[in-house]
């Protein structure tokens, strides 16, 4: 199933990911496709927000992996921009994750495509500056 919705601010594009992650169950993975600057950060923001998580979101760049655990779910938040071979993915505890009791949300998942599991929400954010600044053409497939 393919959902397309365009926002046309940081607000509203976080308002998505917020409405997002009120809705998240246990065992999904959402995967968080877009180009550097297009806002899959202030998704992710929303995301967590969504979930009743407080805590400010970290960027887990350097760490890859940041969890959360004090909304009405556990979250972990992956990074994998860095992420040079998907074996490394092992090492942090990514399958565990998978098959934990909380929700996954990737950023940058192409770096790992070759093990991400066919059953995964994949959000796909887009800018089109023709549209203006703060224009963002979001896909949701499931």
């Not at 998580?53 to 887990?60: D, F, G, M």
Request: net charge negative.
């Amino acid at each position: 199933m393919l959902r397309e919705y365009d926002t046309n601010s940081a607000q509203e594009t976080f308002a998505l990911g917020k409405r997002m992650g009120e809705a998240a169950n246990a065992g999904e993975l959402y995967a968080l496709y877009g180009d550097l600057g297009v806002g899959k950060t202030v998704f992710a923001q929303g995301f967590v927000a969504g979930l009743g998580i407080t805590e400010p979101l970290a960027s887990p760049t350097f760490t890859i992996l940041k969890e959360y655990d004090e909304g009405r779910l556990p979250l972990y938040h992956f990074d994998v921009y860095r992420i040079e071979d998907p074996d490394e993915m092992d090492e942090i505890g990514y399958y565990d994750k998978l098959d934990g009791d909380g929700v996954c949300l990737i950023e940058w998942p192409s770096q790992i495509e070759e093990i991400l599991p066919r059953e995964m929400i994949r959000i796909t954010i887009e800018k089109d500056p023709e549209r203006g600044f703060d224009y963002r053409h979001i896909k949701v497939e499931q």
